[in-house]
Every structure is written in C-alpha cells, then in structure tokens.
T-cell receptor, first 111, second 117 residues
Framework: SQQGEEDPQALSIQEGENATMNCSYK?????LQWYRQNSGRGLVHLIL?????REKHSGRLRVTLDTSKKSSSLLITASRAADTASYFC???????????FGTGTLLAVQP | DAGITQSPRHKVTETGTPVTLRCHQT?????MYWYRQDPGHGLRLIHY???????DKGEVSDGYSVSRSKTEDFLLTLESATSSQTSVYFC????????????????FGAGSRLTVL
C-alpha cells in the first residue's frame, strides 16, 4: 500500500484562483516532499518540508505540515494555465532512503 | 532531464519475453530508483540502489530484478514480461541529502513506455 494519499484526485479552477491539495500519510516521517508532473514528462521536485517545520514557502507555493494529523497541504496562489499538472507528495518510510509517492492530484487551470 | 537518460523510450514486446530497461546518469549520484506509473496508482517504487552492487526492494518488486555494476548505470529487467507489467517506467537519481528518511530529492528521467502484448 502507498504511504501517501492526495486529495482531491482531480481539481479544476480558473486562472488567478488559488489551488489547495492535501496529502495524508500513514507512518511517522522526517521529511515530506512535493513534486509536479506535466503530462508525458518525468516528475519535478517542488519543495521539501522537514518534520520540525510547520510551513514553508517557495514563490507562489505554500506547504504546510501537521505531523499530529499526518497530513500536508500544498497551496498554489494566483494559479496560471502553466500550473496545469499532476501533483504528488512523497515520504520516506522508516530509516531507509526509499521515497514513496502518493496517488497524485490532477490540477487543471482554465484560462 | 539533464544528466539522466532512459532507454529505450518506447518498447512493445510479447508476453514471456525478457526486457531490460536502462537508466544512465552522468551526475555521479549515489542513489538510483526505478518506479512504475499506472493510472489510479500514481508512482510505485520497484527497486532502488544506494551504491554499486547495493540494491533493495520497493513496493512492487515481484517480477523485476535490477543490477548496478557501475555508478552510472541502473538496469531494470523483466525476466518474463506479462501484460500486467505494461506501464510507464521512470528512473530517478539522487545524490543523497542526509541520513534521514525522505530527504533524498529526486531528479527524474523522461520515462520508458513499455507495452506487453
């Protein structure tokens, strides 16, 4: 079974609106990452948040982490058509260097 | 995709035939990963390597084997391909960001689309 589950599975918004997607995971973590995948391409790393951080920003991205609820959220502000992509969270179970991905949220930003 | 190359990019094969996918990197990174991506399942880890000749199983390793005889190459082999192994396969590399789990930031290849008839 996968470590992370994103919610919603799909999200459609208008350009300029904010997009929020959530990730829930099952076991304790040290770090959580978010990746983006454009159609037909490999994944691209967006941001990493450590377990002792509650919030992190990178440009129009804001990531929050709530370890008590085993959940994270990714907020994209002032979305653009170019933000249309699938977004995945990823965590590393146990003490290994494996990185396990969730099922992803497909975001469509309408111009 | 700079620094990481997957080959072949597309392959059609028949059930029961062996298939080898190659991942080649020029970054001298320690870690290499193989994932498969299927609709509704996201990415699932097949195997990963933490050094030359050092590999470990992932979530869906049955039916797959890997080898890493040198730093730059990580091979994924399907000994006898089945239709359930039709998928898009992604290789990823990481230099390793520390001993804590989930800290490795991955760079992905462009993917290899495999169809098993």
């Amino acid at each position: 079974s996968q470590q992370g589950e994103e919610d919603p599975q799909a999200l459609s918004i208008q350009e300029g609106e904010n997009a929020t997607m959530n990730c829930s995971y099952k076991t304790s973590i040290n770090n959580l990452q978010w990746y983006r995948q454009n159609s037909g391409r490999g994944l691209v790393h967006l941001i990493l948040i450590r377990s002792n951080e509650r919030e992190k920003h990178s440009g129009r991205l804001r990531v929050t982490l709530d370890t008590s609820k085993k959940s994270s959220s990714l907020l994209i502000t002032a979305s653009r058509a170019a933000d249309t992509a699938s977004y995945f969270c990823a965590t590393g179970p146990g003490s290994t260097n494996k990185l396990i991905f969730g099922t992803g949220t497909l975001l469509a930003v309408q111009p | 995709d700079a620094g990481i190359t997957q080959s072949p990019r597309h392959k059609v094969t028949e059930t029961g035939t062996p298939v080898t996918l190659r991942c080649h990197q020029t970054e001298n990174h320690r870690y290499m990963y193989w994932y498969r991506q299927d609709p509704g399942h996201g990415l699932r880890l097949i195997h990963y390597s933490y050094g030359v000749k050092d590999t470990d199983k992932g979530e869906v390793s049955d039916g797959y084997s890997v080898s890493r005889s040198k730093t730059e190459d990580f091979l994924l082999t399907l000994e006898s391909a089945t239709s359930s192994q039709t998928s898009v396969y992604f290789c990823a590399i990481s230099e390793g960001q520390g001993p804590f789990s989930g800290a490795n930031v991955l760079t992905f290849g462009a993917g290899s689309r495999l169809t098993v008839l």
